[in-house]
Nanobody
């Protein structure tokens, strides 16, 4: 049974940084794509970043490139999201997601992911 547990959210001032962690268990193959999505208040869930198939490549929402970095530590079964130069518009509930069978063209689509964590709140004050 796949489980994803996010941590690392919190309150930070604009211009600050946070690192989110997603610890996973139950992966039965090496082909899992793991991703971060976020949901701002009153809005839908949007793609942030992904590591495709156990880290063969990384992908980002265009607007977040250069500020956010996704990485994966296989020894710790953890995926990280380093977020720098945070702005109030980054305030959202951040979710970790995973799926074993995605193709590259699908990784930005939330409905393609089978497994989700419970989310961790990030609040950026101005």
């Amino acid at each position: 049974q796949v489980q994803l547990v996010e941590s690392g959210g919190g309150l930070v001032q604009a211009g600050g940084a946070l690192r989110l962690s997603c610890t996973y268990s139950g992966f039965t193959s090496s082909t899992y794509t793991t991703a971060w999505f976020r949901q701002a208040p009153g809005k839908g869930r949007t793609f942030v970043a992904a590591t495709f198939r156990s880290g063969s490549s990384t992908h980002y929402a265009e607007s977040l490139k250069g500020r956010f970095t996704i990485s994966r530590d296989k020894a710790k079964n953890t995926v990280y999201l380093q977020m720098n130069h945070l702005q109030p518009e980054d305030t959202a509930l951040y979710y970790c997601a995973a799926d074993p069978s995605l193709i590259l063209s699908s990784i930005r689509r939330e409905e393609q992911y089978r497994y989700w964590g419970q989310g961790t709140q990030v609040t950026v004050s101005s």
